[in-house]
């Protein structure tokens, strides 16, 4: 039986209420990426709050599928389309601080994107910066450390399949 995103974190959501505990959110991620002569680049934006560096992400909206909801989120955040994959790459934890002081626990689904194109101008250009990284450099920047193992990996296996 397949089940779309929204059906299962509505079953998720209550099975968390049922024992007491508060739902976690489903968010997804885009891991831009292309290669250079120095190996594999991603590209990082500043998140709006703070400014710190994350990637393009955010919640899906209604039946869209979570690769495409990825594709949609670096499009806004940092003007990027390319080749997305179906599937993800691995899945992080983290504390989305809320305007009431309260924060939600959101789990993010990370889907690579091969970068074909960058535009010049794009819905969040005003409230976000964006950058190239060495992927080294990039799984440093980010403040989760499941994200930053996620981006070294990626790109270590990159490597190692253009070898």
Known sequence: ??????????????????????????????????????GIEIMLVTSRGVGRWVLPK??????????????REAKEEAGLRGDMAALEIGRFFYEKGLASGMSWRCEVHVFPLRVEAEADRWPEMKKRQRRWFRAVD??????????????AKFAVNLQKSAA
Not at 12 to 24: E, H, K
Not at 143 to 150: A, R, T, V
């Open 1 to 38: 039986m397949f089940l779309t995103h929204e059906t299962r974190r509505l079953l998720l959501d209550r099975t968390r209420r049922f024992f007491g505990g508060m739902p976690c959110r489903l968010q997804v991620a885009a891991l831009p990426w292309r290669r250079s002569p120095d």
């Open 58 to 71: 955010g919640w899906p909206e209604g039946s869209e599928q979570l690769s495409d909801a990825a594709a």
């Open 138 to 151: 990039a799984a440093k920047l980010v403040s989760e450390p499941d994200l930053g193992e996620i981006i």
